[in-house]
């Protein structure tokens, strides 16, 4: 069976504007769509800080503190989002605590163990030791240059990626990381928002088909995994 890595931004499935905020109806119906996909592909999900991770990284830098001392903090937040995720995605998502598969990289064969028997672990952005910020995008990028799957594909809260920001125009059927005039995030964000996303997936559109999408429809979800073209593929530079 092929298999996908989803990315699920934080911009999607929280507001970032809105800490510790959550969409729940729509994370079910992206988890119904994303269930309808299963007999074809085998799915590996990793969703970002969104409204949680973000503010508490900020937070915690606020106060001086570094995150070698707090970074349990962030990762019990992250956990708790997870846990929060996965419930309202249904059947058959389970969470999956990034620090406890990263040591120097993401070690992948429990991943492995569960899609085999058609689970779907869902990773997050996270800290992991000694108190690093490990990004949705750079798991992302880890899975795929371990794993080579069949797609990629980041959900995020614009049409896709415009050519510079803020758009003129619509956003482009293909953008290469090195053509493209991104900027961080509206929101929250200590991970760099589009522009470090497309520096993540340069090297991972060497490898795959990498999609940036409109994960706030969920017919979306279903259209690129039935192999139509929404929202900017990424070439490499
Ligand atoms: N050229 C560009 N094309 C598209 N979006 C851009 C561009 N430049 C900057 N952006 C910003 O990048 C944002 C998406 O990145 P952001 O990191 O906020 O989302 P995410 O990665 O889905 O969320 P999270 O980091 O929480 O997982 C858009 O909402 C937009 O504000
Ligand atoms: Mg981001």
Redesign the pocket.
Known sequence: MKLAIIKL???VISDKRRPYSLKYELIREIGDVLRRSLDEWRLILVH?GGSFGHPKVKEIMDKNMTLKDMGWEVIRIMCDMSVKVTEALGRPFAPYSTPSLWSRGIIVEPLLEAINVDWVPVLQGNVVPPGIVI???EIVKELALKLKPELVALATDVEGVYASWPPQGPPLKKASPCDVEAKG?QGI?V???MKK?LEEMNMVAKVTRVIVFNGLKPENYEKILKGKIVGTEIVPC
């Open positions: 931004g934080g911009s970002g990004s949705g995008d995030s964000d991970t760099g928002g996303k």
